[in-house]
Protein backbone atom coordinates (compact mmCIF):
# COMPACT_ATOMS: atom_id res chain seq x y z
CA UNK A 1 0.00 0.00 0.00
CA UNK A 2 1.71 3.63 -0.93
CA UNK A 3 1.87 5.95 1.59
CA UNK A 4 -0.06 9.21 0.56
CA UNK A 5 2.11 12.31 0.26
CA UNK A 6 2.48 14.39 2.85
CA UNK A 7 0.41 18.35 1.86
CA UNK A 8 2.62 21.20 2.25
CA UNK A 9 0.91 24.83 1.47
CA UNK A 10 2.72 26.76 -0.89
CA UNK A 11 3.48 29.23 2.21
CA UNK A 12 4.86 26.36 4.35
CA UNK A 13 7.29 24.83 1.23
CA UNK A 14 8.07 28.40 0.28
CA UNK A 15 10.06 28.51 4.15
CA UNK A 16 11.42 24.94 3.85
CA UNK A 17 13.49 26.54 1.32
CA UNK A 18 14.74 29.69 2.62
CA UNK A 19 15.49 27.62 5.68
CA UNK A 20 17.24 24.74 4.01
CA UNK A 21 19.44 27.40 2.13
CA UNK A 22 20.53 28.99 5.54
CA UNK A 23 18.55 32.09 4.89
CA UNK A 24 15.73 31.74 7.91
CA UNK A 25 16.62 31.35 11.47
CA UNK A 26 19.44 32.23 12.89
CA UNK A 27 22.42 31.60 11.29
CA UNK A 28 25.68 28.67 12.36
CA UNK A 29 28.87 31.41 13.26
CA UNK A 30 30.78 28.96 14.68
CA UNK A 31 30.68 26.93 11.51
CA UNK A 32 30.93 30.11 9.43
CA UNK A 33 31.88 29.96 5.79
CA UNK A 34 33.17 26.46 5.50
CA UNK A 35 29.72 25.56 7.46
CA UNK A 36 27.83 27.56 4.41
CA UNK A 37 29.55 25.46 1.50
CA UNK A 38 28.80 22.12 3.11
CA UNK A 39 25.29 23.02 3.62
CA UNK A 40 24.42 24.06 0.38
CA UNK A 41 27.38 21.18 -1.06
CA UNK A 42 28.31 24.05 -4.26
CA UNK A 43 28.99 27.65 -4.46
CA UNK A 44 29.03 28.62 -7.99
CA UNK A 45 31.83 30.73 -9.22
CA UNK A 46 31.39 33.60 -12.05
CA UNK A 47 33.96 35.91 -13.60
CA UNK A 48 31.67 38.94 -12.78
CA UNK A 49 32.50 40.90 -10.19
CA UNK A 50 30.40 44.04 -9.09
CA UNK A 51 29.91 44.32 -5.22
CA UNK A 52 32.28 40.93 -4.87
CA UNK A 53 32.00 37.84 -6.73
CA UNK A 54 29.90 35.82 -6.28
CA UNK A 55 31.04 33.21 -4.16
CA UNK A 56 32.09 35.46 -1.45
CA UNK A 57 27.94 36.89 -2.08
CA UNK A 58 27.14 33.92 -1.00
CA UNK A 59 28.52 33.39 2.56
CA UNK A 60 27.68 37.03 3.15
CA UNK A 61 23.97 36.90 2.41
CA UNK A 62 23.74 34.16 5.10
CA UNK A 63 26.48 35.59 7.75
CA UNK A 64 26.48 38.76 7.09
CA UNK A 65 29.40 41.07 7.08
CA UNK A 66 31.93 38.22 7.27
CA UNK A 67 35.41 40.05 5.46
CA UNK A 68 36.12 38.91 2.19
CA UNK A 69 39.43 37.88 2.85
CA UNK A 70 37.69 35.20 5.54
CA UNK A 71 35.70 34.30 3.04
CA UNK A 72 38.63 33.36 0.36
CA UNK A 73 40.88 31.69 3.32
CA UNK A 74 37.77 29.56 4.30
CA UNK A 75 37.61 28.09 0.89
CA UNK A 76 40.87 27.46 -0.09
CA UNK A 77 43.24 27.13 3.18
CA UNK A 78 43.95 24.03 3.71
CA UNK A 79 42.46 20.72 2.42
CA UNK A 80 38.57 22.01 2.82
CA UNK A 81 37.04 22.53 -0.40
CA UNK A 82 37.81 21.75 -4.59
CA UNK A 83 36.61 23.52 -7.70
CA UNK A 84 34.96 20.87 -9.98
CA UNK A 85 31.70 20.72 -12.48
CA UNK A 86 28.49 20.55 -10.33
CA UNK A 87 25.83 23.33 -10.74
CA UNK A 88 28.20 25.29 -13.31
CA UNK A 89 31.98 25.08 -12.16
CA UNK A 90 31.76 25.44 -8.63
CA UNK A 91 33.68 25.54 -4.87
CA UNK A 92 32.08 22.06 -3.54
CA UNK A 93 32.99 20.60 0.09
CA UNK A 94 36.34 18.42 -0.03
CA UNK A 95 34.22 15.40 1.26
CA UNK A 96 32.12 15.53 -1.55
CA UNK A 97 35.48 14.52 -3.95
CA UNK A 98 34.31 10.82 -3.79
CA UNK A 99 30.36 11.92 -5.29
CA UNK A 100 31.65 13.16 -8.02
CA UNK A 101 33.59 9.89 -9.29
CA UNK A 102 30.71 9.59 -12.09
CA UNK A 103 31.24 12.51 -13.43
CA UNK A 104 35.35 11.99 -13.88
CA UNK A 105 34.55 9.14 -15.69
CA UNK A 106 32.21 10.33 -17.98
CA UNK A 107 34.84 12.64 -19.29
CA UNK A 108 37.95 9.80 -19.37
CA UNK A 109 35.41 8.26 -21.21
CA UNK A 110 34.23 11.44 -23.49
CA UNK A 111 38.48 11.94 -24.51
CA UNK A 112 37.78 15.57 -24.57
CA UNK A 113 35.27 18.69 -23.83
CA UNK A 114 35.38 20.91 -27.21
CA UNK A 115 39.50 21.27 -27.55
CA UNK A 116 41.32 18.87 -29.65
CA UNK A 117 45.00 17.76 -28.53
CA UNK A 118 47.52 15.81 -30.87
CA UNK A 119 49.82 13.43 -28.53
CA UNK A 120 47.74 14.60 -25.68
CA UNK A 121 49.39 11.45 -23.57
CA UNK A 122 52.71 13.49 -24.00
CA UNK A 123 51.49 16.94 -22.78
CA UNK A 124 49.82 15.83 -20.31
CA UNK A 125 52.62 14.29 -18.91
CA UNK A 126 54.97 16.84 -19.12
CA UNK A 127 52.24 18.94 -16.84
CA UNK A 128 51.76 15.99 -14.47
CA UNK A 129 56.05 16.52 -14.18
CA UNK A 130 56.00 20.13 -14.01
CA UNK A 131 53.19 19.47 -10.92
CA UNK A 132 55.19 17.33 -9.17
CA UNK A 133 58.63 19.10 -9.34
CA UNK A 134 57.46 22.30 -8.58
CA UNK A 135 54.01 22.46 -6.52
CA UNK A 136 50.98 24.37 -7.44
CA UNK A 137 50.71 26.46 -10.67
CA UNK A 138 48.22 28.56 -12.63
CA UNK A 139 48.25 27.38 -16.04
CA UNK A 140 50.50 30.62 -16.86
CA UNK A 141 53.28 29.23 -14.81
CA UNK A 142 52.91 25.59 -16.28
CA UNK A 143 53.87 27.35 -19.76
CA UNK A 144 51.41 29.69 -20.70
CA UNK A 145 47.34 29.51 -20.65
CA UNK A 146 46.61 31.51 -24.51
CA UNK A 147 47.87 31.05 -27.98
CA UNK A 148 47.74 35.06 -27.82
CA UNK A 149 44.47 34.79 -29.63
CA UNK A 150 40.59 35.61 -27.83
CA UNK A 151 40.21 34.06 -24.55
CA UNK A 152 38.96 30.56 -26.07
CA UNK A 153 42.13 30.10 -27.66
CA UNK A 154 43.97 28.12 -25.59
CA UNK A 155 47.47 26.65 -25.14
CA UNK A 156 48.33 22.92 -25.57
CA UNK A 157 49.61 23.19 -21.81
CA UNK A 158 45.86 24.81 -20.45
CA UNK A 159 44.05 21.88 -22.99
CA UNK A 160 46.06 19.13 -21.29
CA UNK A 161 45.67 20.60 -17.49
CA UNK A 162 41.72 21.47 -18.44
CA UNK A 163 41.73 17.62 -19.64
CA UNK A 164 43.32 16.53 -15.97
CA UNK A 165 41.06 18.36 -14.47
CA UNK A 166 38.10 16.83 -16.03
CA UNK A 167 39.76 13.16 -15.32
CA UNK A 168 40.67 13.85 -11.94
CA UNK A 169 44.12 13.76 -12.30
CA UNK A 170 45.11 17.00 -10.98
CA UNK A 171 42.52 19.22 -8.95
CA UNK A 172 41.44 23.10 -8.59
CA UNK A 173 42.83 23.76 -5.28
CA UNK A 174 42.32 27.85 -5.03
CA UNK A 175 41.65 30.81 -7.39
CA UNK A 176 44.49 33.51 -7.44
CA UNK A 177 43.98 36.29 -9.56
CA UNK A 178 40.65 34.73 -10.82
CA UNK A 179 43.11 31.90 -12.43
CA UNK A 180 42.81 28.48 -11.72
CA UNK A 181 45.82 26.99 -9.39
CA UNK A 182 46.18 23.05 -9.99
CA UNK A 183 47.63 20.90 -7.90
CA UNK A 184 48.22 16.61 -7.91
CA UNK A 185 45.00 15.05 -6.45
CA UNK A 186 47.61 13.05 -3.89
CA UNK A 187 48.54 16.00 -2.75
CA UNK A 188 45.50 18.13 -2.31
CA UNK A 189 42.69 15.88 -1.44
CA UNK A 190 42.91 13.65 2.35
CA UNK A 191 43.86 10.68 1.73
CA UNK A 192 40.37 8.83 3.26
CA UNK A 193 38.65 10.23 0.03
CA UNK A 194 41.14 10.00 -2.49
CA UNK A 195 39.30 7.44 -4.28
CA UNK A 196 36.62 6.78 -7.47
CA UNK A 197 35.34 3.61 -5.66
CA UNK A 198 31.98 4.61 -5.78
CA UNK A 199 29.72 2.96 -8.31
CA UNK A 200 27.65 5.29 -10.64
CA UNK A 201 24.62 4.79 -8.84
CA UNK A 202 25.81 5.52 -5.29
CA UNK A 203 27.14 8.61 -6.43
CA UNK A 204 24.04 9.95 -8.11
CA UNK A 205 22.11 8.83 -4.79
CA UNK A 206 23.53 11.05 -3.01
CA UNK A 207 24.29 14.34 -4.39
CA UNK A 208 20.36 13.78 -4.88
CA UNK A 209 19.95 13.39 -1.56
CA UNK A 210 22.26 16.24 -0.73
CA UNK A 211 20.61 18.43 -3.12
CA UNK A 212 17.16 17.72 -1.47
CA UNK A 213 18.77 18.52 1.60
CA UNK A 214 20.07 22.13 0.74
CA UNK A 215 17.27 22.44 -1.28
CA UNK A 216 14.59 20.84 1.27
CA UNK A 217 11.71 20.80 -0.70
CA UNK A 218 12.21 20.07 -4.81
CA UNK A 219 10.40 18.65 -7.58
CA UNK A 220 12.30 15.68 -9.93
CA UNK A 221 13.79 18.60 -12.53
CA UNK A 222 15.07 20.79 -9.13
CA UNK A 223 17.01 18.20 -7.85
CA UNK A 224 18.39 17.32 -11.47
CA UNK A 225 19.33 20.69 -11.70
CA UNK A 226 21.04 21.32 -8.84
CA UNK A 227 24.02 19.26 -9.77
CA UNK A 228 23.50 19.28 -13.19
CA UNK A 229 21.86 15.69 -13.47
CA UNK A 230 19.67 14.16 -16.36
CA UNK A 231 16.17 13.26 -15.11
CA UNK A 232 16.75 9.50 -15.71
CA UNK A 233 19.86 9.64 -13.62
CA UNK A 234 17.44 10.87 -10.71
CA UNK A 235 14.57 8.98 -11.63
CA UNK A 236 17.05 6.05 -11.11
CA UNK A 237 17.98 6.78 -7.66
CA UNK A 238 15.08 8.85 -6.06
CA UNK A 239 13.45 5.88 -4.18
CA UNK A 240 16.71 5.40 -2.43
CA UNK A 241 17.49 8.72 -1.12
CA UNK A 242 15.52 8.82 1.90
CA UNK A 243 13.62 11.81 0.24
CA UNK A 244 9.93 12.04 0.86
CA UNK A 245 7.31 11.99 -1.18
CA UNK A 246 5.38 15.41 -0.77
CA UNK A 247 2.43 17.51 -2.64
CA UNK A 248 2.82 21.70 -2.96
CA UNK A 249 -0.13 23.75 -3.01
CA UNK A 250 0.33 25.31 -6.86
CA UNK A 251 3.17 23.20 -7.85
CA UNK A 252 2.04 21.32 -10.84
CA UNK A 253 4.80 18.42 -10.55
CA UNK A 254 5.08 15.94 -7.64
CA UNK A 255 8.10 17.05 -5.02
CA UNK A 256 10.16 15.55 -2.29
CA UNK A 257 11.35 16.66 0.71
CA UNK A 258 14.33 16.36 3.17
CA UNK A 259 13.10 14.19 6.12
CA UNK A 260 15.14 16.79 8.25
CA UNK A 261 13.70 19.92 6.93
CA UNK A 262 9.84 18.22 7.44
CA UNK A 263 10.92 17.88 10.74
CA UNK A 264 12.63 21.28 11.91
CA UNK A 265 10.75 24.18 12.80
CA UNK A 266 10.55 26.66 9.51
CA UNK A 267 10.37 29.77 12.14
CA UNK A 268 12.83 32.41 13.14
CA UNK A 269 14.35 35.64 11.99
CA UNK A 270 14.69 36.38 7.93
CA UNK A 271 17.34 37.84 6.50
CA UNK A 272 17.38 41.31 5.07
CA UNK A 273 20.08 41.31 1.85
CA UNK A 274 20.81 41.31 -1.82
CA UNK A 275 21.00 38.10 -3.89
CA UNK A 276 24.00 37.00 -6.10
CA UNK A 277 21.96 35.96 -8.80
CA UNK A 278 23.80 32.98 -9.06
CA UNK A 279 23.09 32.34 -5.33
CA UNK A 280 21.53 28.88 -4.50
CA UNK A 281 18.35 29.89 -3.55
CA UNK A 282 17.66 31.60 -6.99
CA UNK A 283 20.09 30.01 -9.88
CA UNK A 284 17.08 27.64 -11.08
CA UNK A 285 15.11 30.27 -12.61
CA UNK A 286 11.97 27.98 -13.22
CA UNK A 287 12.06 27.07 -9.30
CA UNK A 288 12.40 30.94 -8.24
CA UNK A 289 9.27 31.70 -10.01
CA UNK A 290 7.10 28.65 -8.95
CA UNK A 291 8.76 29.59 -4.93
CA UNK A 292 8.79 33.43 -5.14
CA UNK A 293 6.53 34.59 -8.00
CA UNK A 294 9.69 36.21 -8.74
CA UNK A 295 10.89 36.02 -12.69
CA UNK A 296 14.68 37.31 -12.63
CA UNK A 297 17.05 37.10 -15.46
CA UNK A 298 20.59 37.48 -15.50
CA UNK A 299 21.05 40.59 -18.15
CA UNK A 300 25.15 40.77 -17.89
CA UNK A 301 25.14 39.43 -21.44
CA UNK A 302 22.09 41.06 -22.53
CA UNK A 303 23.17 44.45 -25.11
CA UNK A 304 22.34 47.44 -22.55
CA UNK A 305 19.25 49.08 -25.14
CA UNK A 306 17.41 45.57 -24.03
CA UNK A 307 18.02 45.39 -20.59
CA UNK A 308 15.38 45.82 -18.09
CA UNK A 309 16.64 45.88 -14.61
CA UNK A 310 20.39 45.86 -15.52
CA UNK A 311 23.74 44.61 -15.50
CA UNK A 312 23.69 42.49 -12.76
CA UNK A 313 20.46 42.95 -10.75
CA UNK A 314 20.43 41.80 -7.29
CA UNK A 315 17.61 40.47 -5.97
CA UNK A 316 16.47 42.02 -2.50
CA UNK A 317 15.18 39.17 -0.29
CA UNK A 318 13.16 40.62 3.05
CA UNK A 319 10.96 39.25 5.16
CA UNK A 320 11.44 35.76 3.14
CA UNK A 321 9.67 37.56 0.08
CA UNK A 322 11.97 38.85 -3.40
CA UNK A 323 10.75 42.18 -2.99
CA UNK A 324 12.86 43.97 -5.23
CA UNK A 325 16.19 44.18 -7.04
CA UNK A 326 18.90 46.85 -7.37
CA UNK A 327 21.73 46.68 -10.22
CA UNK A 328 24.77 47.98 -8.25
CA UNK A 329 28.02 49.21 -9.08
CA UNK A 330 30.94 50.96 -7.34
CA UNK A 331 32.81 54.53 -7.87
CA UNK A 332 35.34 54.73 -5.13
CA UNK A 333 33.96 54.73 -1.85
CA UNK A 334 30.23 55.35 -3.25
CA UNK A 335 27.83 52.50 -3.61
CA UNK A 336 25.80 53.29 -6.49
CA UNK A 337 22.80 51.63 -7.10
CA UNK A 338 22.51 52.47 -11.00
CA UNK A 339 18.42 50.97 -11.28
CA UNK A 340 16.01 50.32 -8.31
CA UNK A 341 13.20 48.63 -8.42
CA UNK A 342 11.04 47.50 -5.60
CA UNK A 343 7.23 45.95 -5.44
CA UNK A 344 5.66 48.22 -2.61
CA UNK A 345 6.36 50.70 0.03
CA UNK A 346 6.97 47.78 2.14
CA UNK A 347 10.19 46.76 0.45
CA UNK A 348 11.68 50.54 0.91
CA UNK A 349 13.28 50.34 4.06
CA UNK A 350 14.54 46.52 3.60
CA UNK A 351 16.04 47.70 0.23
CA UNK A 352 17.81 50.81 2.59
CA UNK A 353 18.85 48.19 4.89
CA UNK A 354 20.31 45.95 2.27
CA UNK A 355 22.21 48.74 0.34
CA UNK A 356 23.61 50.61 3.44
CA UNK A 357 24.44 46.61 4.55
CA UNK A 358 26.23 45.61 1.36
CA UNK A 359 28.43 49.37 1.32
CA UNK A 360 29.82 48.80 4.79
CA UNK A 361 30.63 45.32 3.67
CA UNK A 362 32.42 46.76 0.78
CA UNK A 363 34.14 49.45 2.40
CA UNK A 364 32.22 52.06 0.73
CA UNK A 365 30.95 55.39 2.98
CA UNK A 366 28.03 56.37 1.10
CA UNK A 367 24.96 54.93 -1.46
CA UNK A 368 23.85 56.38 -4.15
CA UNK A 369 20.56 56.28 -6.06
CA UNK A 370 20.92 56.83 -9.96
CA UNK A 371 17.45 55.72 -10.57
CA UNK A 372 14.25 53.88 -9.61
CA UNK A 373 11.76 52.71 -11.69
CA UNK A 374 9.15 54.21 -9.47
CA UNK A 375 9.07 57.77 -8.58
CA UNK A 376 7.47 57.76 -5.23
CA UNK A 377 9.42 55.10 -3.72
CA UNK A 378 13.07 56.58 -5.07
CA UNK A 379 11.80 59.69 -2.98
CA UNK A 380 11.46 57.30 0.07
CA UNK A 381 14.49 55.47 -0.43
CA UNK A 382 16.62 58.15 -0.76
CA UNK A 383 15.03 60.00 2.69
CA UNK A 384 15.32 56.70 4.89
CA UNK A 385 18.70 56.56 3.49
CA UNK A 386 19.97 60.12 4.55
CA UNK A 387 18.04 59.55 7.52
CA UNK A 388 19.76 56.20 8.32
CA UNK A 389 16.89 55.11 9.51
CA UNK A 390 16.82 51.37 8.61
Not at 69 to 74: G, N, Q, R
Not at 191 to 211: T, Y
Not at 256 to 285: K, M, N, Q, V, Y
Request: net charge neutral; with cysteine; charged share 25%.
Amino acid sequence: MTTPALNLSADEARRIALRAQGLLGAPDRAAGVRGVLRALGAVQLDTISVLARSHELVPYARLGSVPRSTVEAAYWSGTTSFEYWSHAACILPIEEWPLFAFRRRERRAAGRRWHTLPDADAVCARVLDHLRGEGPCTASELGGAKNGGEWWDWSETKIAVELLLDRGEVVCVERRGWKRVYDLVERAVPVGLRHDELADAECLRQLVAQAGAAMGVATRADLADYHRLKAAQVESVLPDTGLVPVTVEGWEKAAWADPGALEASARGRHRTTLLSPFDSLIWDRPRTERIFGFTHRLEAYVPRPRRVHGYFAMPLLAGGRLAGRVDPAREGTALVARQVSMADRSAVRPMAKALAEAASWVGCTEVRIERCDDPELSRELRAVLRAGDH
